[in-house]
């Protein structure tokens, strides 16, 4: 007989999963046991297994969740009405505005994702691989003269800019949306002005 789905199944799974990134990032992902994570959803540990039938199927299902949503929410963006300077602050701006209580998945990211075999590590790289695509492009339309003529410089640039946004969200983890959007717009200036544009 096939198991009919709970109708709390869907909010069942984004508790787990919110647990599952807050113990994988507070104790790392090696410490972190299916029953601590069961424990901290207020499930049993039988329950959880109704879920995932491991650890690595959790930790696989976190960060599949939050990048493919950061990607979809990165890369739909409709800005083709905008000027191309305007593209670059829109997108930076909404770069910092996803990170927003994301702190564990981030951390999940940058410290556990090797954990997993490699396939799935390449299916979570196709997704920051997008992103940086995207921006790239931006940056290309916002700086032609230069960067159409050079990739190298083009991708040197674009992870230079992601590294900018990581320190932010790493540093101001509580920045509030005006102070989002000002870094935002401090990133554009130094992309494409240097700091006398600033």
């Given at each position: 007989?096939?198991?009919?789905?709970?109708?709390?199944?869907?909010?069942?799974?984004?508790?787990?999963?919110?647990?599952?990134?807050?113990?994988?990032?507070?104790?790392?992902?090696?410490?972190?046991?299916?029953?601590?994570?069961?424990?901290?959803c207020?499930?049993?540990?039988?329950?959880?297994?109704?879920y995932?039938?491991?650890?690595?199927?959790?930790?696989?299902?976190?960060?599949?969740?939050?990048?493919?949503?950061?990607?979809?929410?990165?890369?739909?963006?409709?800005?083709?009405?905008?000027a191309?300077?305007?593209?670059?602050?829109?997108?930076?701006?909404?770069?910092?505005?996803?990170?927003?209580?994301a702190?564990?998945?981030?951390?999940?990211?940058?410290?556990?994702?090797?954990?997993?075999?490699?396939?799935?590590?390449?299916?979570?790289?196709?997704?920051?691989?997008?992103?940086?695509?995207?921006?790239?492009?931006?940056?290309?339309?916002?700086?032609?003269?230069?960067?159409?003529?050079?990739?190298?410089?083009?991708?040197?640039?674009?992870?230079?800019?992601?590294?900018?946004?990581?320190?932010?969200?790493?540093?101001?983890?509580g920045?509030?949306?005006?102070?989002?959007?000002?870094?935002?717009?401090?990133?554009?200036?130094?992309?494409?002005?240097g700091?006398?544009?600033?």
């Amino acid at each position: 007989m096939v198991r009919t789905i709970a109708k709390d199944h869907d909010h069942k799974r984004a508790q787990i999963l919110g647990a599952a990134a807050r113990l994988f990032a507070e104790e790392g992902y090696d410490r972190a046991s299916m029953t601590r994570i069961a424990q901290a959803c207020g499930i049993s540990k039988a329950n959880i297994y109704h879920y995932y039938d491991g650890k690595e199927a959790l930790l696989f299902d976190v960060l599949d969740s939050y990048l493919s949503r950061l990607s979809a929410r990165i890369c739909g963006m409709d800005l083709r009405a905008l000027a191309p300077r305007e593209r670059l602050q829109q997108i930076l701006t909404e770069v910092l505005l996803a990170y927003e209580g994301a702190d564990h998945e981030h951390k999940v990211q940058l410290n556990a994702m090797s954990a997993l075999p490699d396939g799935q590590q390449e299916q979570l790289r196709a997704y920051q691989r997008d992103m940086v695509h995207c921006l790239m492009g931006v940056i290309r339309d916002a700086a032609p003269e230069r960067m159409q003529k050079d990739r190298q410089t083009l991708r040197s640039v674009t992870m230079s800019v992601f590294g900018m946004l990581n320190w932010h969200y790493m540093w101001n983890p509580g920045a509030d949306i005006p102070a989002r959007k000002d870094y935002a717009r401090i990133v554009t200036a130094l992309t494409l002005d240097g700091v006398a544009g600033l």
